[in-house]
């Protein structure tokens, strides 16, 4: 049951809001803080989905809200792709500093930052192709939609670009029904065996867009085989491997990129979400000599926006002057382990993966089938509870807290998580 001034605001959002959009079930925000979101009628709830992997450094973040605020004193936006600024400055050179690459393409959003590494490959190689994966999630514009793969729904009366995609190493699922490590990668073996003898020719391949993990595809952590395979056929190909680190990127994993974890490194990387600190920005980042195109080859109105670059930068230091990534590797260790003890209690947990505090708990039926509608009933069941939390690929519940939650605010989540799990048997 929701109270009246929820049910009234999602009247008037019904009314006026693009149908689009997606709502597992129906919380009303009011506002939040740490880790703890409060609704509109002043209910609070353990949140397990830092508003879609967004708020890492966890919400009323001191820090960050007196660097946005200084600066709105100052100015709000500056039209930064035709005059110059130092905030914006200052935040590259911090990512740069982090990341070890060079230059960066600020912008809004996950999916802008794909585009824009999109278009830096094509401009760079020459080449009009892209290889992506079955599963995989960049965004929703058309370019970055090209890449994805998730739902039909997605992609349904939407022109493509021209990418092929592959199977992802989905070892709990695996697509060719094989048994790592006795595969040999044969998923990632794939593209030279079968896609490059068959569909495209690698020398019309201008990059491979990958997920360190996959995040809306059902939050898969391949092995490290898996990336480093795709290295060597890029490097081999002289094709540009692009690691969409969007989701799995702010040390979430607990290093900065999730692709370190593999010790692989990327062309271009496309980050958002997390290192914002909830103000919309992106960053595609690459060498100097990758992202070397022309004035008037890519830009933007709002890349550069001066709130964004002082919230970007404030959160960087916070994440780092609050070692997140540490806490991010213990309390995933530690979350990991109660959800294995969960899984040999409850046949309906099929699968338990993660790296870090991004962390997915795949439902099965007794055959092994996805259990799409049971998942979908214990996330509802969660929300009524006091927990937030949201569904991934099949049938699979992700389990991405803020960095800054407390060990007795994970097991209070888990409680009623288990308490949700239990109403759907």
Request: with cysteine.
């Amino acid at each position: 049951m929701i109270g009246p001034r929820a049910e009234e605001i999602i009247e008037r959002d019904e009314r006026v809001i693009s149908p689009s959009l997606t709502r597992s079930y129906p919380l009303v925000i009011d506002r939040a803080e740490g880790s703890k979101i409060i609704d509109i009628e002043g209910k609070e709830y353990i949140d397990f989905a830092s508003s879609v992997s967004v708020m890492n450094i966890g919400y009323s973040c001191k820090k960050v809200m007196r660097a946005v605020c200084d600066q709105m004193r100052k100015m709000v936006h500056c039209g930064f792709s035709d005059f110059y600024a130092e905030a914006p400055v200052v935040l590259s050179e911090k990512l740069c500093k982090m990341t070890g690459y060079e230059r960066v393409f600020l912008s809004n959003s996950g999916t802008e930052a794909v585009e824009a590494a999109m278009k830096l490959a094509y401009w760079y190689t020459k080449r009009g192709s892209l290889i992506s994966f079955y599963q995989s999630f960049h965004g929703r514009t058309l370019g970055s939609l090209s890449l994805t793969c998730s739902k039909m729904r997605h992609k349904e009366n939407f022109p493509s670009l021209r990418v092929v995609h592959a199977h992802y190493a989905y070892c709990y699922r695996c697509p060719l029904g094989l048994k790592y490590p006795d595969c040999g990668i044969s998923c990632a073996g794939e593209i030279e065996n079968l896609i490059f003898k068959r569909e495209l020719s690698p020398r019309d391949v201008a990059a491979i867009f990958v997920e360190p993990i996959l995040g809306e595809g059902g939050f898969v952590v391949p092995p490290k085989e898996f990336h480093e395979e795709l290295r060597r056929i890029c490097s081999d190909h002289d094709i540009l491997l692009v690691a969409d680190e969007i989701q799995s990127g702010g040390f979430r994993t607990g290093k900065f990129m999730a692709l370190e974890n593999y010790d692989v490194r990327a062309d271009i990387v496309c980050m958002s979400k997390s290192i914002g600190g909830g103000i919309p920005l992106g960053a595609t980042l690459a060498s100097r000599e990758i992202m070397s195109w022309p004035k008037g080859a890519h830009a933007n109105t709002f890349g550069g926006n001066l709130l964004a670059a002082a919230g970007g930068l404030a959160t960087l230091e916070y994440m780092e002057e609050h070692k997140l990534g540490e806490k991010a590797k213990k309390k995933g260790e530690y979350m990991l382990k109660k959800l294995e003890a969960l899984k040999e209690e409850y046949s309906l947990i099929g699968d338990v993966r993660g790296m870090g505090l991004m962390i997915g708990v795949e439902l099965v039926e007794k055959d092994k089938a996805p259990a799409v509608e049971k998942r979908d009933k214990i996330v509802v069941e969660s929300f009524q509870r006091g927990l937030v939390l949201l569904p991934a690929g099949d049938s699979t519940i992700r389990f991405v807290p803020p960095l800054i939650i407390t060990r007795d605010e994970i097991d209070l989540g888990l409680e009623r998580f288990e308490e949700a799990l239990k109403s759907a048997l």
